[in-house]
C-alpha cells in the first residue's frame, strides 16, 4: 500500500511531469528530422550551446525562490564578459601563452566573478534594504548594467583574446563539453544549497511565508543579499561562457536568454510566489527547451516564431500551474523587517 502511495506521488510532481514532456519532445523532434537531429554532430553542438542559459536559469531558479526574481540576469552577464574581455583584450592580447595566458584569464575570471557578485549586491540593496518590488529593481539594474557595458565599449564587440580563452566554452575534458561540465557543477551546488544547507531551509521558509519566517528570527535582509550575490556570480560565469564560445564580448549578447531563464524555471517547477523549486526540475526543463529550439531551428522556423513560441508557453504553463500557487501566494504577506 505505502509502495503505491509513493509512485502516485511521484506520478503527480512536477518533475515527473517534466520527465515525461522531455522524452516526448525528444521524440517528436528525432521523428520530424531524424537525420539531422539525432545527429553526433547535433547532439554535441546542443551540449555546448544550453548552458549558456541553462546557468541564467539557475540563477533565475534561486531568487524566485525568495518570491523575487532576476531580470538583470543577462545585464550582469555581459558586463562581467566585458570587464573580463577587456583585461584580456589590452593586458594580455592573442600572442599571450603559456603561464602567462592563464594567469590573465584567472585575473579576468575573477574579476568577472567580482562583478557579478557586486552586481547582485546592488540589485539586495535595492530588493532588501531599500524595500523595491524585485520584478522593478532588477528590471533597471539590469538596464544600468547593459548601459554600463555600452559605456565601456561604445557598442562595439571586444575581442584579441589569448587562445587559451577557449577552452571555457569550446573544448572537452574526457570528451564531455566543459560548459556542460560547469553547469554541472553549478546545478549540484545549487541543489545541495537548497536542500542540505540550513540557509537552503531559510530560502524556502522565507519563500513559503515571510511572517513565519520573520517571527523566526531569520534575517530576511542577509538573505536577500545572498541569493542576490549568488544569482549575480552565476550570470558572471554564464557571460564567461558566452564571451568564449563568441570569442568576444558585446553588451547585447543573448538578449533573448531573460525570457529563456524564466521560462525554464516556471516550467521547472519553481513557484513564482516563493517557497517551492527544485533544481531536478529545472535541468528537465533545459533539455527540454534545448530540444524544442534546436529541433525548430532545423525545421527553419524563425527566431521571431520561436520567441512566439515560447513566450506562449509561458502563459499556457503558469495558467495550468495558478491554482497550485494561489494557495502559497495566499499565505505570503508583504513583510519589511526592522
Not at 26 to 48: E, G, K, V
Not at 142 to 159: D, E, N, P, Y
Not at 180 to 187: M, P, Q, R, V, Y
Not at 197 to 216: D, E, V
Given at each position: ?145 547593459t548601459g554600463l557595458a555600452v559605456a565601456m565599449t ?185
Amino acid at each position: 500500500m505505502s509502495g503505491s502511495r509513493t509512485e502516485a506521488k511521484l506520478t503527480q510532481t512536477p518533475e515527473f511531469r517534466l520527465a515525461i514532456i522531455a522524452v516526448v519532445v525528444f521524440a517528436l523532434m528525432a521523428a520530424l528530422s531524424p537525420d539531422r537531429f539525432l545527429s553526433a554532430q547535433n547532439l554535441t553542438s546542443m551540449a555546448f550551446q544550453f548552458p549558456e542559459f541553462a546557468i541564467l536559469a539557475l540563477a533565475m531558479t534561486i531568487t524566485m525562490m525568495t518570491g523575487g526574481i532576476d531580470l538583470s540576469v543577462v545585464g550582469v552577464s555581459n558586463l562581467s564578459a566585458v570587464v573580463a574581455a577587456t583585461i584580456l583584450a589590452s593586458l594580455a592580447g592573442p600572442e599571450t601563452a603559456g603561464a602567462a595566458a592563464v594567469m590573465w584569464l584567472t585575473i579576468a575570471l575573477l574579476a568577472s566573478l567580482s562583478v557579478g557578485a557586486a552586481a547582485g549586491f546592488a540589485n539586495g540593496i535595492l530588493v532588501s534594504r531599500l524595500g523595491l518590488p524585485p520584478i522593478l529593481a532588477t528590471l533597471g539594474s539590469g538596464l544600468v548594467f547593459t548601459g554600463l557595458a555600452v559605456a565601456m565599449t561604445g557598442g562595439a564587440a571586444v575581442m584579441g583574446f589569448p587562445a587559451i580563452v577557449a577552452v571555457i566554452g569550446n573544448s572537452t575534458l574526457f570528451f564531455v563539453p566543459v560548459p556542460l561540465i560547469l553547469f554541472g557543477l553549478l546545478a549540484v551546488a545549487l541543489h545541495v544549497l537548497l536542500t542540505r544547507t540550513g540557509f537552503g531551509l531559510r530560502i524556502t521558509m522565507y519563500g513559503a511565508n515571510p511572517l513565519a519566517a520573520l517571527y523566526a528570527a531569520i534575517d530576511l535582509d542577509r538573505i536577500l543579499l545572498r541569493v542576490y550575490v549568488i544569482a549575480g556570480m552565476f550570470s558572471s560565469v554564464a557571460g564567461m561562457i558566452i564571451m568564449s564560445r563568441a570569442n568576444s564580448a558585446k553588451a547585447d549578447y543573448g538578449s533573448s536568454y531573460l525570457l529563456l531563464a524564466v521560462l525554464i524555471a516556471v516550467l521547472g517547477g519553481v513557484n513564482p510566489y516563493g517557497g517551492y523549486g527544485r533544481v531536478v526540475g529545472v535541468v528537465l526543463a533545459v533539455l527540454s527547451m534545448q530540444f524544442l529550439s534546436s529541433g525548430l531551428n532545423m525545421l527553419q522556423v524563425s527566431n521571431f516564431a520561436r520567441e512566439l513560441i515560447w513566450g506562449a508557453l509561458l502563459i499556457f504553463v503558469m495558467v495550468i500551474n495558478i491554482t497550485d500557487w494561489a494557495g502559497l501566494r495566499a499565505r505570503r504577506a508583504p513583510v519589511k523587517s526592522g
